[in-house]
């Protein structure tokens, strides 16, 4: 792959972005790589994904200006809907997702980073949904999942001025869940995982699943989603040995995924 670098840490994998000569930006190639990229994981070993931006500047600084200049209307229907479908495809991986946000996060890089489970910044991180500032709405799921986030009260107002927001502002916002020195960012984010990775792999998936399921649900629906998910964890050798060692008042784990 020439944009998309993959590296493995223990439990945890990291995805980097790398076009580097364009901040980052989400052209064609790069969606499609990152499809591939995210295609390729195998969850047996990987807990939890770290998705970056290469470089010093930036997460990624948006879609591809230069592509999308010339696009007819039916050129951007196909390019927002294979960014959404590739966002989507993120979102609901099995395992949770957490962007390291080193950078500028800009249109489709903010969106590449609402579309994880968790953001953590660098103090260095700047966010915004420019698109208005040139002439189009946000095209992968920034109008939808900003709102969702933050509210819409305060998304409308970042959508609709695309004005930029700092990190500390961004944190405030609860658009991102910690902030750190640059040079921290990775290590803070690999930290995060590894306390994930030590938690029972199929309970932390099936929460991420109630979650993500039932957060678009009526209560009495959405608690159904957790009651399977929530089932589905018994008989795992993992719950077994958990429990067991609660009772006997030992340290559980290490978790098993079986
Ligand atoms: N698309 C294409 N190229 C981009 C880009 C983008 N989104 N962002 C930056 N680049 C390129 C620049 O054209 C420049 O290339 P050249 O060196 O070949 O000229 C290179 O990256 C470096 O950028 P700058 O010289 O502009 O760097 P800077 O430090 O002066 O500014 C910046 C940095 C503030 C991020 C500025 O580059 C910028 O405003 N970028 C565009 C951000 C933006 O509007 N993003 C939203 C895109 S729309 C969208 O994403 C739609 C959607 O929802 C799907």
């Known amino acids: 792959m020439e944009y ?20 980052n930006a ?16 195998n969850f047996d ?23 999308m200049a010339s696009m007819t209307r039916e050129e951007a229907r196909a390019f927002g809907r294979r960014g959404n479908e590739v966002f989507r495809k993120l979102e609901t991986l099995p395992v949770p997702v957490i962007a390291a ?37 946000a095209g992968f799921g920034g109008t939808q999942r900003l709102p969702r986030l933050i509210g819409p009260g305060k998304a409308k107002e970042l ?23 640059r040079e921290e960012l990775l290590s803070q984010c ?23 399921e039932g957060i678009g649900k009526e209560m009495n629906l959405a608690i159904e989603v957790e009651a399977v998910q929530f089932a589905g964890c018994f008989e795992t050798r993992d719950q077994l040995n958990a429990m067991t ?7 559980a784990g290490p978790f098993m995924n079986k």
């Open 4 to 23: 998309i670098r993959f590296e493995k840490h223990d439990f945890a994998a990291v995805l980097t972005i790398d076009r580097q000569q364009a901040l």
């Open 26 to 41: 989400l052209n064609s190639q790069v969606i499609e790589e990152l499809d591939k990229a995210i295609d390729g994981l």
């Open 45 to 67: 070993e990987i807990r939890v994904l770290i998705v970056t931006g290469a470089g010093e500047k930036a997460f990624a600084a948006g879609a591809d200006i230069g592509e």
């Open 101 to 137: 946000v080193n950078g500028y996060a800009l249109g489709g890089g903010c969106e590449l980073a609402l579309a994880c489970d968790i953001r953590i910044a660098s103090e260095n991180a700047v966010f915004a949904q420019p698109e208005v500032s040139l002439g189009i709405t």
């Open 159 to 181: 959508l609709y001025t695309a004005s930029r927001i700092k990190a500390g502002e961004a944190l405030s916002l609860g658009l991102v869940n910690a902030v750190y020195p």
């Open 190 to 212: 690999l930290k995060l995982a590894e306390k994930i990775a030590a938690n029972a792999p199929i309970a932390v998936r099936a929460t991420k699943k109630a979650i993500n």
């Open 245 to 251: 060692a609660f009772i006997e008042k030992r340290k």
